[in-house]
């Protein structure tokens, strides 16, 4: 209670916790953070001040302070004739990548990629910080691409689709097919 009265703003501020707690609104951001620069008693004032008030932290803040969106970009391919989910294994690499997303603390969301999308889109999407790193599940004969792309220091990762020298997660479909070929063969 703020005078006596509850406290019922919709949008509780850093601010509004620094004025209940008596403290500077970069001491509630430390004492949150449970910064050691920060002494026990101020930490549970300012604690006590967040509950009071139902503050909630920021997470756009949080994130932007750290320089960081923790959203990955799940690449597909994406033309008229063949839309992207049509594929039977893009649902299933799709509900990986949003679960180990999701269990990393990540979260995901896909761009499609016409065929024509060049290597600066992606790069701004980095540098704009819209998303953390790139999954790229497009295959492609071409590396040269990639490789500026890898060249500048953009994080990202080719799924089913292997070249030396780039980061790459693939499927071993003959390993696949002899391990299921001798499951059944076993099985009589």
Do not use: C, W
Request: hydrophobic letters at 35%; zero cysteines.
């Amino acid at each position: 209670m703020i005078g006596g009265t509850p406290y019922m703003r919709y949008h509780v501020s850093r601010a509004d916790v620094a004025r209940l707690a008596g403290v500077a609104e970069s001491t509630v951001s430390r004492a949150l953070n449970d910064s050691s620069l920060i002494t026990e008693p101020i930490k549970e004032k300012v604690r006590l001040a967040a509950k009071e008030l139902g503050y909630i932290p920021s997470r756009q803040a949080a994130l932007f302070a750290r320089k960081k969106t923790n959203i990955l970009g799940f690449v597909v391919p994406s033309y008229r004739s063949f839309p992207p989910f049509s594929r039977s294994y893009f649902p299933a690499l799709l509900d990986g990548v949003v679960l180990e997303s999701d269990e990393s603390g990540y979260s995901s969301t896909i761009i499609l990629d016409k065929q024509n999308t060049n290597t600066e889109d992606y790069y701004a999407l980095i540098h704009s910080k819209t998303v953390d790193g790139l999954l790229f599940a497009v295959t492609r004969s071409d590396f040269r691409p990639f490789q500026g792309l890898k060249d500048r220091g953009v994080p990202f990762v080719l799924i089913n689709n292997y070249h030396e020298g780039l980061n790459s997660v693939d499927a071993l479909p003959e390993t696949g097919m002899r391990k299921a070929f001798s499951h059944g063969y076993n099985l009589g």
